[in-house]
């Protein structure tokens, strides 16, 4: 789905966040939205060791799903998560 939103490859993405996910697992979420059998959004969290600042990733969103909320909704629940742990402020890779 990265690969096909930003037109390159970015299968390192999953490299990336299966290292992390071995690594600090309480620190990192990664929400996938699925709609007609296909993952059509997905964006990810990481709760920084200092605990006051969660960092917002992703956020990518197939080009015939955009438009319809799905990219508010994950930052709403990145940002709900980042508070039910204490953090205070956001950071967002943007």
């Keep these: ?3 096909e939103v930003w037109g390159s490859d970015c299968g390192f993405i999953s ?3 299966a290292g992390r996910l071995a690594t ?3 620190r990192l979420a990664i929400y996938t939205v699925e709609a007609a059998g296909q993952v ?3 964006a990810w ?4 060791e ?3 600042f969660a960092s917002l990733y992703g956020g990518s969103t197939l080009e015939a799903w955009r438009g319809r909320g799905i990219y508010r909704a994950l930052v709403a629940v990145r940002a709900r998560l ?3 742990h204490g953090y205070k402020y956001l950071h967002v890779d943007a």
């Design 45 to 48: 969290v990481m709760l920084q």
């Design 24 to 26: 600090v697992p309480d």
């Design 15 to 17: 490299d990336h966040l």
């Design 40 to 42: 059509v959004a997905a």
């Design 1 to 3: 789905m990265e690969s």
């Design 82 to 84: 980042a508070a039910e």
């Design 50 to 52: 200092d605990g006051e």
